[in-house]
């Protein structure tokens, strides 16, 4: 059983561009959720999706946008990147219903650089 | 708004020593709470939870925590490092139908030979 993964690993941008990072959730859950971790932080809470719709939303600018696809996998874009939005992204997905919905499991992260 | 406090960014513990590792939460309504531990360039793994049931929780390769409501702490401990343990860790807080984890600074753990 395939956990959560995330591509690109790793991903250099110039300030003004934009950026896509991709999550395919673990098998069986249908919620994604997106974290900002920032070198020598915790991870911070950017949004969650479910049922294609973006349910919970955290302190982050409009530049930061999202998508979820019938499949549950998501997509999570940066627009106009400044030099602050390097981090390590990471992506968690979780289980709507059953036993444990509020349990995540995180991919590996995407490591953005901008320059 | 859920918050934790983990004091102390870098810890240091010897081979074989207890670790002891502080978490404080703030929560209005009941909190779910977790530890995760992440090792370099890696994303993060869930340790142990407490949601509500026995109030020590054991987790994997060792670990445990122990719920105290009178203190609103979430301590996690290990009675012997191993090299292994050599990471960092995050204390985080959600609760019931959030499902949004809120993170501390974490603790970096460096394990002395």
């Known amino acids: 059983d395939a956990g959560v993964t995330q591509s690109p690993t790793h991903l250099i941008k110039t300030r003004g561009q934009q950026v896509t990072l991709r999550c395919s959730p673990k098998s069986g859950h249908d919620t994604v959720s997106w974290y900002q971790q920032a070198l020598g932080q915790g991870p911070q809470f950017i949004f969650q999706?479910?049922?294609?719709?973006?349910?919970q939303r955290g302190n982050f600018p409009d530049r930061f946008s999202g998508h979820q696809f019938p499949n549950y996998s998501s997509e999570l874009n940066v627009n106009a990147l400044l030099l602050g939005d390097s981090a390590l992204y990471l992506c968690?997905?979780?289980?709507?219903?059953?036993?444990?919905?509020?349990?995540?499991?995180f991919g590996p992260g995407t490591r953005l650089t901008v320059t | 708004a859920q918050s934790v406090t983990q004091l102390g960014s870098h810890v240091s513990v010897s081979e074989g020593a207890l670790v002891l590792l502080r978490c404080n939460y703030s929560?209005?309504?009941?909190?779910?709470l977790f530890w995760y531990v992440q090792y370099p360039n890696q994303g993060l793994q869930l340790l142990l939870k407490y949601t509500s049931a026995a109030t020590l929780v054991k987790g994997i390769n060792g670990f445990e925590a122990e719920f105290k409501k009178s203190e609103t702490s979430f301590h996690l401990t290990k009675p012997s490092a191993h090299m292994s343990d050599a990471a960092e860790y995050f204390c985080a807080v959600t609760s019931y139908g959030n499902n949004r984890l809120a993170f501390g600074k974490g603790n970096q753990v460096v394990v002395i030979p």
């Open positions: 999706y479910y049922e294609e719709e973006e349910r």
């Open positions: 968690a997905s979780s289980p709507s219903t059953g036993l444990t919905p509020y349990e995540q499991y």
């Open positions: 929560s209005s309504v009941p909190p779910y």
